[in-house]
């Protein structure tokens, strides 16, 4: 079983730069893919990336591509999301999910564990 609390979101201008942790409890965080998703007011759950068990594997949606970095450190049960040059368009909720699959794309789905949600709102 594992927990996870987002930090990390708040008010930033476009062009701007935000690092959202997720902390994850439990003894089997390594044996859990992660993932960070986003849904903005009236939208669908969007997939943004994933990394898998060890760290060595990541994947991204082109709309996080060259901006947002997932990374984490297993020692300290912490996943991250680096956002960086953010847009007005990436306004939304957005949460860590772990998995028991590297599962890449999707709406979360096969996703075991989510987090209550970071909100960031980039003013333009």
Not at 12 to 21: D, F, K, N, P, T
Not at 43 to 60: C, H, L, P, Q
Request: aromatic letters at 10%; glycine letters at 14%.
């Amino acid at each position: 079983q594992v927990q996870l609390v987002e930090s990390g979101g708040g008010l930033v201008q476009a062009g701007g730069s935000l690092r959202l942790s997720c902390a994850a409890s439990g003894r089997s965080f390594s044996s859990y893919a992660m993932g960070w998703f986003r849904q903005a007011p009236g939208k669908e759950r969007e997939f943004i990336a994933v990394i898998n068990r060890s760290g060595a594997a990541t994947n991204y949606a082109d709309s996080a591509k060259g901006r947002f970095t997932i990374s984490r450190e297993s020692a300290k049960n912490m996943v991250y999301l680096q956002m960086n040059t953010l847009k007005p368009e990436d306004t939304a909720v957005y949460y860590c999910a772990a998995s028991s699959r590297y599962i890449i794309g999707g709406t979360g789905g096969g996703y075991d564990h989510w987090g209550q949600g970071t909100q960031v709102t980039v003013s333009s």
